[in-house]
């Protein structure tokens, strides 16, 4: 009997961990101010592991890896004025792409790495812009007076999802990486931002105030099924998916303070991985 009680045990033991959602694993870049002034930080995916990579005087936010995560682009301030910067995830020295008079910010890596989308006021209202992975022969790929931002790359390169408020109030778009063949994917009045592809390709994570406050949606990559992940009374965006495509990564507004929270893909077991006075956002999964 005794020796029954135990095989029962173990196989009951071995249905549960089968049965339970993995702890997501890898890096996750953010930035925050707990130090003084905003700046870039690595944890591991389940919050430990804190490691701050940059030290400048001035504004480091919105790191975002590149695909053989070799590289991370971020938003520098340097003397006053936003630019696009670039350095080695172990925090080496910046380099600066874009040094322009305007407002550069909200870097996009390419899936291939050649390639860094962004948007910038440098033409007197927001467009985005394509460049090189070294800081040559930007384009601006929007052309249009409404205010476009928010770029993310589709993991096949032939795409960029963006928000712009071109039909009145912000919504999200797609258009090749060209600029052609534009269309919008939302068509709700409430305002919806930060899209994010997931690693597939099939849905776009993105923000939306729908509800009242914030909260983090998905959609299929044509604008249908729109599934809503987290429901507070907080404010959530910033979505990033992980590398497997089973959870989603995101900023949470408490009472205004920020912190990093990650929630299984279907919207179950939201984590906060981040718990600090100072604001923690940003967040961006290494692949």
């Keep these: 009997m005794r020796t029954t009680a135990v095989l029962l045990s173990a196989v009951l033991g071995m249905l549960l961990s089968a049965c339970s959602s993995p702890t997501p694993t890898g890096k996750i870049a953010f930035s925050s101010d707990r130090d003084g002034n905003p700046e870039i930080y690595l944890m591991n995916a389940d919050g430990s592991g804190l490691e701050r990579l940059t030290y400048g005087p001035q504004y480091d936010t919105n790191p975002v890896w590149s ?22 995830p172990d925090g080496s020295p910046a380099v600066n792409l874009t040094d322009s008079p305007g407002a550069d910010g909200s870097p996009a890596w390419s899936p291939d790495g050649a390639h860094i ?19 040559t022969g930007p384009v601006n790929v ?6 476009d931002g928010l770029p993310s790359w589709s993991p096949d390169g032939e795409q960029i999802a963006f928000v712009s408020d071109r039909d009145g109030n912000l919504e999200i778009y797609v258009m090749n990486t060209d600029g052609s063949e534009l269309a919008r994917l939302t068509t709700s009045e409430a305002a919806e ?30 604008g249908q099924k729109v599934t809503q992940l987290t429901d507070n009374d907080r404010d959530d965006f910033a979505p990033a998916w992980s590398p497997d495509g089973r959870y989603v990564a995101f900023t949470s507004d408490d009472s205004g303070n920020c912190d990093v929270w990650v ?25």
């Design 117 to 135: 989308a962004f948007a910038s006021d440098g033409d007197g209202n927001l467009e985005i812009y394509i460049i090189a992975a070294d800081g």
């Design 142 to 147: 929007t052309k249009n007076p409404a205010s």
């Design 193 to 222: 931002m930060g899209p994010a592809w997931s690693p597939d390709g099939g849905r776009i994570a993105f923000c939306s105030d729908r509800d009242g406050d914030q909260e983090i949606c998905v959609m299929d990559a044509s």
């Design 263 to 287: 929630v299984n893909a279907d919207g179950s077991g939201p984590k906060r991985l981040t718990e600090h006075p100072g604001d923690d956002h940003g967040a961006s999964w290494a692949r």
């Design 67 to 88: 695909a053989d995560g070799q590289h991370i682009a971020f938003n520098c301030e340097i003397q006053g004025n936003l630019d696009v910067c670039v350095m080695h």
